[in-house]
């Protein structure tokens, strides 16, 4: 368009605006007509071709596809440029912020298995259940911080009879932390709730309750911690995990805490860093809940497994090899971008060194 004049922008904006929309997936269509949003966009999109090609068709009266008699005349004029130039100091930083966006989102739905989704409008935590003759397993990705009113929604989603609830949370009983490792100052900051505020209601038990033949069918909703002890992990993730309560979670401000952590991190984090915490902070906890799985369900016909977003690739995966089948699918909005505390989180943000 900034060199050649003869681009017809009538034909080639609309696709280019319709690129730039599907960065967003199409939102907020989904919000208007549902869970088949995509179709919709699909069938709008060849709509919309024919259209243009029609269009194009008339304007160079010989063919649907772009012609010679479109570009006789000299392509370049300075002028048109200089406004091309003008034009985008407004449309490439928005065009680089829905590639970023996107690029984010991608990344986020993928790593989670598609649990989490980034939109427009907030982030949004996929719930699924499987099931297998009279058997379910409710799968829901987390993260340690949301609003209120998700984890009320997510309470009143749990069956009230025969149900067991697979806890997560690393326990510590060695006291191998020496600081206290808490989403608190971050969730005062955004404005949200952590995640261990969020209360299930129902009886607390042990392995050796659920191991035991004394009680076939549990009338009511059970809650067992089914989560490793922080003595499992490598010295190394212990190491870090001090060290991310210490600086960043504990910090007054996060930017400077997060440039104490990195400074701490370049003299004591080694080369294999990542495959050790990944295996303690997923492969490890994956296989202790999934270990749970056969003596819960010869006892309860509910399972629900509220654990971070994270760990649920691993675990959606042994539960399908187990033979259980998705039925369901819903998504609730965990953070709502507009209600966000935006001018304090800048005041946080802004107050490094002061």
């Known amino acids: 368009f900034g060199f050649n004049r003869h681009l017809p922008k009538r034909i080639l904006l609309p696709l280019l605006i319709w ?79 829905l590639i970023t966006f996107s690029a984010a989102g991608n990344l986020i739905e993928s790593n989670s298995a598609g649990f989490v989704r980034l939109k427009p409008d907030g982030l949004y935590m996929a719930d699924r259940t499987y099931r297998k003759k009279d058997k379910q397993i409710q799968l829901t990705g987390m993260i340690h911080l949301a609003q209120p009113e998700y984890y009320r929604a997510l309470i009143a989603s749990i069956p009230p009879d025969r149900t067991l609830i697979l ?52 009338p009511k909703v059970d809650l067992l911690p089914a989560d490793i002890d922080l003595s499992d992990f490598d010295p190394l993730t212990i190491k870090v995990l001090n060290a991310l309560a210490k600086y960043v979670l504990n910090a007054d401000s996060p930017i400077a805490g997060y440039l104490e952590f990195s400074r701490w991190a370049q003299s004591h984090i080694t080369a294999d860093f990542n495959s050790i915490i990944m295996d303690d902070l ?65 005041e946080r943000l802004t107050s490094v060194g002061k």
């Open 19 to 97: 690129l730039a929309w599907s960065l967003i997936d199409y939102w907020p269509l989904e919000m208007v007509v549902g869970e088949q949003y995509r179709l919709y966009a699909f069938v709008a999109q060849i709509i919309v071709g024919l259209i243009i090609l029609h269009l194009n068709r008339l304007l160079n009266n010989r063919s649907f596809l772009l012609a010679p008699n479109q570009f006789y005349r000299p392509f370049f004029r300075f002028r048109n440029l200089l406004i091309f130039g003008l034009i985008n100091i407004v449309v490439f930083p928005v065009i680089l912020l």
């Open 167 to 218: 806890m997560e949370g690393v326990t510590d009983k060695k006291g191998l932390l020496s600081e206290r490792f808490a989403y608190g100052n971050i969730a005062d900051l955004l404005g949200l709730t952590s995640q261990d505020k969020m209360l299930f209601q129902g009886r607390l038990i042990d392995a050796a309750t659920l191991n035991s033949s004394a009680q076939k069918q549990p």
């Open 282 to 346: 997923l492969g490890k906890r994956d296989k202790y809940v999934v270990s749970y799985l056969p003596q819960a369900l010869k006892k309860y016909d509910h399972l629900v497994i509220p654990w971070g977003a994270l760990h649920m690739k691993g675990i959606e995966q042994s539960v399908i090899e187990k033979g259980f089948v998705l039925t369901t699918h819903q998504e609730r909005l965990s953070i709502d971008f507009l209600l966000l505390p935006y001018g304090q989180i800048w």
